[in-house]
C-alpha cells in the first residue's frame, strides 16, 4: 500500500511537467494544422497519425536512451515504465522520433524530407515549452550557484535540492530553443532553402544547445566520461557533425539545382 501511495505522489509532482508538455505538443499539432504547406502534404487525419507515432516513438526512445546513458539504472519492465524512476532523454526522445516517423510517411506516400522540414521547424517551440515544466518540477537543474540568476526549491515534492541556488539550466535550454525557433522560422520566410535545410539545421543547432547546457547542469558528469564529455554530449557533438555534413548537402545540391533551372 505504501508504495502505491508513494508512487501516486510521485506522479501527481510530475503532473507540471506533464502539462507543458501536452501545451507544447498542441501548440505545434495547432500550428501544423494552419500551416499552408502541411495542408499541401497531408490530410488532417494523417496530421493526427503521425503525431500520435512520433509520440509514442518519441516517449519510448527517451525512455530507452535514459537507461542507455545511465547505466547505474537498471532496466527492467517496472522500471521502464515507472516514470517517477528517472527520466527522459531529450536527445533519444528525437532521435527516436526522426527515426520511426519516416517509416509512417512513407508507408503514407507523403514527401518524408518536406514533412520532416515541417516538423523540425516547430519541433523547437514545444520543446521550449516543455522545460518550463522541467523548471516547475526540478528536473535536469543545473549546478549550485551564487550568481544573481538562479532558482531555489522548497517544495518537497520538487526532484532538485532543497534551499540551494541552483544554475537555471531549464530556463536556459527554454530560451535557446525559442531562438532556434524564431531563426528557422525566419530563414523559412526569407530563403529559399532546399527541402531537408531545416531538418538538419534544426538536428544541428538542438545538438550544440544540449551539448554547451549539459556543462552547467548537476547531472554532468557521469559514469562514462570522454575528455569530460558525458554520454549524452557525445551522442550530441555525433548527431550535430552528421547534420550538419547532410545540411551543406543538401545546400549544394539545391543551389545546384537553381543553377540548372
Excluded at 507515432?53 to 515507472?82: H, K, M
Excluded at 528536473?139 to 532558482?151: E, N, R
Excluded at 551522442?235 to 543551389?255: E, G, K, P, Y
Aim: contains cysteine; glycine residues 6%; aromatic residues 14%.
Amino acid at each position: 500500500f505504501m508504495l502505491l501511495l508513494t508512487t501516486c505522489v510521485d506522479y501527481i509532482r510530475l503532473l507540471p511537467l506533464g502539462a507543458f508538455g501536452a501545451l507544447g505538443l498542441l501548440a505545434m499539432l495547432y500550428l501544423l494544422y494552419h500551416d499552408p504547406v502541411r495542408a499541401k502534404l497531408t490530410s488532417t487525419a494523417q496530421l493526427i497519425d503521425a503525431t500520435l507515432v512520433g509520440y509514442i516513438s518519441a516517449i519510448f526512445s527517451a525512455r530507452l536512451f535514459f537507461f542507455f546513458a545511465e547505466p547505474d539504472q537498471a532496466l527492467t519492465l517496472w522500471n521502464f515504465f515507472n516514470i517517477t524512476n528517472g527520466g527522459f532523454s531529450i536527445v533519444g526522445g528525437v532521435l527516436g522520433v526522426f527515426t520511426i516517423v519516416p517509416i509512417y510517411l512513407a508507408w503514407q506516400k507523403i514527401p518524408i524530407l518536406a514533412a520532416l522540414d515541417l516538423t523540425a521547424l516547430y519541433a523547437p517551440l514545444m520543446q521550449s515549452i516543455g522545460r518550463i515544466g522541467c523548471l516547475s518540477v526540478g528536473c535536469c537543474y543545473g549546478m549550485p550557484t551564487s550568481k544573481w540568476l538562479s532558482v531555489t526549491y522548497h517544495n518537497h515534492s520538487a526532484g532538485a535540492p532543497l534551499g540551494t541556488a541552483l544554475l537555471p539550466t531549464q530556463l536556459y535550454s527554454s530560451i535557446s530553443l525559442i531562438m532556434i525557433f524564431a531563426l528557422l522560422f525566419f530563414l523559412r520566410k526569407q530563403l529559399k532553402i532546399g527541402t531537408g535545410s531545416i531538418l538538419f539545421l534544426y538536428l544541428t543547432l538542438i545538438s550544440i544547445e544540449r551539448w554547451a547546457n549539459d556543462f552547467f547542469r548537476s547531472s554532468h558528469t557521469h559514469k562514462f566520461m570522454l575528455y569530460d564529455h558525458n554520454m549524452y554530449q557525445i551522442v550530441a557533438l555525433v548527431t550535430a557533425a552528421v547534420s550538419f555534413i547532410l545540411l551543406c548537402i543538401v545546400t549544394l545540391q539545391s543551389r545546384g539545382t537553381h543553377k540548372r533551372l
